[in-house]
């Protein structure tokens, strides 16, 4: 089986910053694109940010300048470093991966989700 597991997510000051990881884990063939979105109650999710397996990344209007994706092929994690954080970043963030496992099933896989609070 496949798993997506976050970490990193807190309470921070505006203006602070914050680093999100995600790991990839279990019975992977292959990693296509990675990403990262929010969601705050009453509101759809949206993205974030993403990135191709080979290193093209992609960046919300609201985030650009202030948030960086990163990830790395040979341990399947991908990154979100947090800059200038706005209390209109506060949402629950999700990690997000197309991923086709050792039997060749592909589709998208979600992580549990992880708080990140932008408060004084």
């Known amino acids: 089986q496949v798993q997506l597991v976050e970490s990193g997510g807190g309470l921070v000051q505006p203006g602070g910053s914050l680093r999100l990881s995600c790991a990839a884990s279990g019975r992977i063939f292959r990693i296509d694109t990675m990403g990262w979105y929010r969601q705050v109650p009453g509101k759809e999710r949206e993205l974030v940010a993403n990135?191709?397996?080979?290193?093209?990344?992609n960046y919300a209007d609201s985030v650009k300048g202030r948030f960086t994706i990163s990830r790395d092929n040979g341990e399947n994690t991908v990154n979100l470093q947090l800059n200038s954080l706005k209390a209109v970043d506060t949402a629950i963030y999700y990690c997000?991966?197309?991923?086709?496992?050792?039997?060749?099933?592909?589709?998208?896989?979600w992580g549990q989700g992880t708080q990140v609070t932008v408060s004084s």
């Open positions: 997000n991966a197309d991923i086709t496992n050792t039997i060749l099933t592909r589709r998208a896989y």
């Open positions: 990135i191709t397996r080979g290193g093209d990344v």
